[in-house]
């Protein structure tokens, strides 16, 4: 029977499954926070050109998004999981052999998209799982979503250290992409059994399974406040600490701390995500990151910057659990993957919106502190909008 490891290993199933966030957006996103600053130096980038690399990312994670719900009807979740994790480890390969600005763009683009079918996808086969396991739902799904914590500790101790082996190189930052795309192969095929054990056939469609967006509208305009917001931090943190002097070695220990915590975040929220059937977390979750994106931008004392990524890091990756709840709780089961997918791709709107707008505020007078202070800001609009969802029925 394929589903006997899912009722009795769920834990084990949604560690292996969680493979496929720290390589969508673990390594394959968030790593470019720490390879921004030596690719601006040595490519000669404004910071509006630094934002568009994430900006073209976030258009492909939209692509992508849109993409995956009829991909998964026709092929099936599993095999548009590992399709995406392969051709997301082949575009950050691809990132380590090129210097051309528009190349770079376009392999972006490309990461954007294999990432989004494997983090929708991995999404709905979370859900699916948590399904056969009520009581523990808000704890598997949140150990998918925390699994891109794996991704950002791995690139924080995997980057500065292939940097500094290949300082000599004339592009240095170039193999980190290199080192990072072969742990996405790596992390490909250690998931690739464990989560077949899931189901992974869509339910058979009907009319009235259709997702109907229009009673999540709060709930929705909240979460693309949410991807404006949010990204500017992930992008540009990096970059305004090492603008600060903060050495490369709290840099690393500030980054991998942030990775922790993103780990431990399923356990910290799983029973808010259990309980809260309408926008509560989301809003909870969404005002808590407008407090820690506002501190880096007010002072650099480090205990306070720590104490900013710790709470960031313990939050962001819950508001994506949570909007996968809040589907799973008010919607059928047949409608999760198109509800999932409607989610994630306001959210990919918001992506494209945050990292242009906060680099071009960043190239004026402001500087990074003031685009940060714009994320904190959409982060609390994200708050008050997700208040007003309500659970349906």
Aim: glycine letters at 12%.
């Amino acid at each position: 029977m394929p589903n006997d490891r899912a009722h009795t290993h769920p834990l084990a199933i949604a560690f292996a499954l969680s493979l496929g966030a720290a390589i969508s957006l673990g390594m394959s996103r968030f790593s470019y926070a720490l390879l921004l600053p030596p690719m601006r130096a040595d490519l000669d980038w404004t910071y509006f050109l630094a934002g568009a690399m994430n900006t073209a990312n976030a258009l492909g994670y939209l692509i992508g998004a849109l993409a995956t719900p009829s991909l998964m009807r026709r092929y099936g979740a599993h095999t548009v999981l590992l399709a995406g994790a392969l051709l997301t480890a082949l575009c950050l390969i691809g990132s380590g052999l090129v210097t051309d600005t528009a190349i770079l763009l376009a392999q972006r683009l490309l990461a954007g998209i294999a990432s989004a079918l494997v983090f929708v996808t991995g999404g709905v086969l979370a859900a699916r799982l948590g399904s056969l396991h009520p009581q523990r739902a808000g704890l598997l799904i949140g150990i998918y979503y925390g699994g891109t914590g794996l991704g950002i500790v791995l690139s924080s101790l995997l980057v500065p250290v292939t940097a500094l082996l290949a300082h000599a190189s004339a592009h240095a930052w170039q193999w980190a992409w290199l080192t990072l795309g072969a742990m996405c192969l790596l992390g490909t095929a250690v998931m690739a059994l464990p989560v077949r054990s899931i189901d992974g056939k869509a339910p058979p469609a009907s009319v009235h399974d259709r997702f109907d967006w229009r009673p999540f509208r709060f709930g929705l305009a909240g979460y693309f406040m949410y991807g404006v917001g949010y990204i500017g931090y992930m992008t540009f943190v990096v970059a305004l600490l090492r603008e600060e002097g903060m050495s490369a070695g709290l840099i690393t220990l500030f980054y991998t701390g942030l990775g922790l915590a993103v780990m431990a975040s399923s356990r910290i929220w799983a029973g808010l995500l259990d309980r809260s059937r309408g926008g509560r977390a989301m809003a909870l979750l969404t005002g808590l990151l407008a407090i820690a994106t506002l501190l880096p931008a007010l002072t650099a004392q480090p205990l306070l910057v720590f104490a900013s990524g710790l709470l960031f890091g313990g939050v962001f990756l819950s508001v994506v659990a949570s909007s996968t709840a809040l589907v799973r709780h008010n919607a059928p089961m047949a409608a999760w993957s198109g509800g999932i997918g409607a989610f994630t791709s306001v959210f990919a709107f918001g992506q494209i919106v945050g990292p242009g707008v906060v680099g071009w505020i960043a190239d004026g007078a402001g500087g990074l502190q003031r685009g940060l202070v714009f994320s904190a800001l959409a982060l609390l609009v994200a708050a008050l909008l997700a208040s007003r969802q309500r659970a349906l029925g």
